[in-house]
C-alpha cells in the first residue's frame, strides 16, 4: 500500500498540488492545485455533474453565493450548532478535536452523538494521552464554531458581520421555492451544486483530506415524506456505483451505516462511504437523509411558505431531503491513492504509474514527434486539431522511452507518436497507458479513436 509520504511527494514533484503561499514560509494546511491538480479537480467536478445531472431525469444546477445573508446560518442551526467539541492538552496547551482523540484511541469507539460530558469522562477514565507529548490531562471540552466570520461594507460592526459558507446544501435550500417554480419539477427532485466551503477545522490535517477551504458536491433530493428510505437506498448505491465505475477499487470502500443513537438530530439515515485511504478506511463521501429539517427551519425563520404543492393529488407538504455531499480533495485524493504505483518491467526496469480513469486524467493523450527536427511541423499539426476537443499536451524533449515514463508518471492515457511512416501513410503509432500495446491509427480516424478510448 502506498503512504501518504509518497503520494505527497508524487504530487508536489509531477504538478498535481503544491503546498500553498509557499513562497513565504506557506499557511498551514493550504495548497494549490498545479497545471495537473486542476484538470483533475476539474475532470472529477465535470463526471459528477455529468452524472449526477445531466444524465438523470430528476436533478438541475445551482451556483450560489459563498456569502449569504447571515440569518440562513442562525435558521439552519450553524450560528448556534455548527461547532465541534474542543479540548486541550494541560500540558503543552496543543487543541485537539476530542471525538477523534477518542477514535484515535479506540478504533472500534464511535464518538457521533456523544455529550461533551461523555468524551470528557471517556478522556478521564480510559486515560487516552496526549498525541503531542504523552500526559493524560485534558481541559474540560468546550464547543468550537467552525465558521469563518468576516465583515461585509467599510464598517466592522455587528450588524455587518457574515460568514463564508461552511457548506454548499443551505444555497439550495433557500432557493428551492425559486428552482421548484421556474423549472416546474415535480417531487421527487434535486438540486446538484459544486463550490467552495470553508470550516475553520481544529486538526486539519492528513494532506488534502482536512482542509480549512475546500470544495463540495453536493446533491438535495426532495422526496415525498414516507418514500426517503427508498431514496436513501437509491442514492446510497448511485453513488457507490459511480465510484467503481471510474475506476475505485471494490475492496477500498465500504458503506458505513450510522448507529440510530448516532445519528443527527435532522437525519432518521445516515451512512458514509469510506475508503481505504493510506491511514486507513475514513469517510470519503456523507449520505443522509435530512427529513424536512431544513425547509421547516426556513420557513419558520423567514416566515415563508416553504410547501410543495403536489399538482396531481393537490397534498400540500413540506418535502423530505436525502444528501450525498462529498469532497472534490478527497476524491482526489482517493483516486491518486487508487491509481499510484511504481511498476517493475519485464525488463527489469520500473515505471511510476497513475492508473486513473482516462475521463479523469489530466491529458487524454501527448502528442510526440519521434525526432524533433523531422517530425515536430506534423505533430504540432495534429495537436492543434486535437487540443480543439481533449486535453491534450505536446512533448519533444528527451527520447520517446523518457517522454513515455514521463507521461505514465502523470496519468496520460495515450501517447501519440508521429514517425517516419507518418509523411508516406498518413497514420501514427498510438500507445495504451496500461496495457503499453501499440498500434496504427490513421491520423483521420485520432478524435474518434481518442474519444471511445477515454469515454466515461
Ligand atoms: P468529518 O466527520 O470528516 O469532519 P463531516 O461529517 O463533518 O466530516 P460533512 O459535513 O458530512 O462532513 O461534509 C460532507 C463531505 O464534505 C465529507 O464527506 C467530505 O468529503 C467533505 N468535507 C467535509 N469537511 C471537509 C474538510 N475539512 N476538508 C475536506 N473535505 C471535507
Redo the contacts with the bound molecule.
Keep these: 500500500m502506498v503512504t501518504l509520504d509518497q503520494i505527497v511527494q508524487y504530487a508536489k514533484s509531477t504538478g498535481y498540488i503544491y503546498q500553498g503561499s509557499e513562497l513565504y514560509g506557506g499557511l498551514a494546511n493550504t495548497w494549490d492545485y498545479g497545471p495537473l491538480g486542476s484538470l483533475l479537480k476539474k475532470n472529477i467536478k465535470d463526471a459528477w455533474i455529468k452524472k449526477f445531472q445531466r444524465q438523470t431525469p430528476y436533478n438541475v444546477l445551482l451556483d450560489s453565493s459563498i456569502l449569504m445573508n447571515s440569518e440562513v446560518w442562525k435558521a439552519s442551526g450553524h450560528v448556534g450548532g455548527f461547532s465541534d467539541p474542543l479540548t486541550e492538552c494541560k500540558s503543552c496547551n496543543q487543541r485537539f478535536r476530542a471525538d477523534k482523540l477518542i477514535e484515535d484511541h479506540n478504533h472500534s469507539v464511535s464518538a457521533d452523538g456523544w455529550s461533551t460530558d461523555q468524551m470528557y469522562q471517556y478522556l478521564i477514565d480510559q486515560q487516552v494521552t496526549c498525541p503531542n507529548c504523552g500526559k493524560k490531562e485534558f481541559l474540560p471540552i468546550r464547543a468550537f464554531n467552525m465558521m469563518f466570520q468576516t465583515y461585509q461594507g467599510v464598517v466592522l460592526e455587528q450588524a455587518n458581520q457574515i460568514y463564508l459558507r461552511p ?1 454548499t446544501a443551505q444555497g439550495i435550500f433557500i432557493q428551492f421555492k425559486n428552482i421548484q417554480r421556474t423549472t416546474r419539477k415535480k417531487v421527487p427532485f434535486g438540486v446538484c451544486q459544486v463550490g467552495k466551503a470553508f ?1 475553520n ?1 481544529i486538526t ?1 490535517g492528513n494532506f488534502i ?4 477551504e ?1 470544495e ?1 458536491m453536493e446533491l438535495e433530493f426532495f422526496v415525498k415524506p414516507g418514500t426517503e428510505m427508498d431514496w436513501f437506498n437509491y442514492w446510497k448505491q448511485f453513488c457507490m456505483d459511480w465510484l467503481i465505475s471510474l475506476g475505485l477499487k471494490k475492496e477500498s470502500l465500504i458503506f458505513d451505516d450510522h448507529k440510530p443513537e448516532a445519528l443527527s438530530h435532522y437525519s432518521n439515515a445516515t451512512t ?1 462511504i469510506r475508503f481505504q485511504f493510506p491511514w486507513g478506511f475514513d ?4 449520505i443522509a437523509s435530512r427529513t424536512d429539517y431544513d425547509l421547516k427551519a426556513h420557513q419558520l425563520h423567514s416566515g415563508e411558505n416553504l410547501a410543495y404543492l403536489d399538482p396531481d393529488t393537490n397534498e400540500r407538504y413540506l418535502p423530505y431531503v436525502i444528501e450525498p ?3 472534490v ?2 476524491l482526489v485524493l482517493a483516486f491518486l491513492t487508487n491509481g499510484y504505483d511504481v511498476e517493475t518491467l519485464d525488463s527489469g526496469d520500473t515505471r511510476q504509474i497513475l492508473h486513473i480513469h482516462p475521463a479523469l486524467a489530466p491529458y487524454k493523450a501527448a502528442v510526440l514527434p519521434l525526432i524533433k527536427k523531422e517530425h515536430s511541423g506534423k505533430a504540432i499539426e495534429i495537436f492543434e486539431e486535437l487540443n480543439q476537443y481533449f486535453d491534450v499536451v505536446y512533448d519533444e524533449t528527451q527520447n520517446i522511452g523518457k517522454r513515455y515514463r514521463r507521461q505514465d508518471a502523470i496519468g496520460t492515457y495515450l501517447c501519440i507518436t508521429i514517425d517516419h511512416d507518418t509523411e508516406n501513410d498518413q497514420t501514427v503509432t498510438v500507445r495504451n497507458r496500461d496495457t503499453m500495446a501499440q498500434v496504427r491509427v490513421p491520423i483521420k480516424e485520432l478524435r474518434n479513436y481518442i474519444e471511445k478510448e477515454t469515454k466515461f
Design positions: 457548506e470550516r477545522e486539519p483530506f482536512r482542509t480549512r475546500f463540495q458514509d469517510e470519503l463521501w456523507g455531499s462529498v469532497g480533495e478527497r
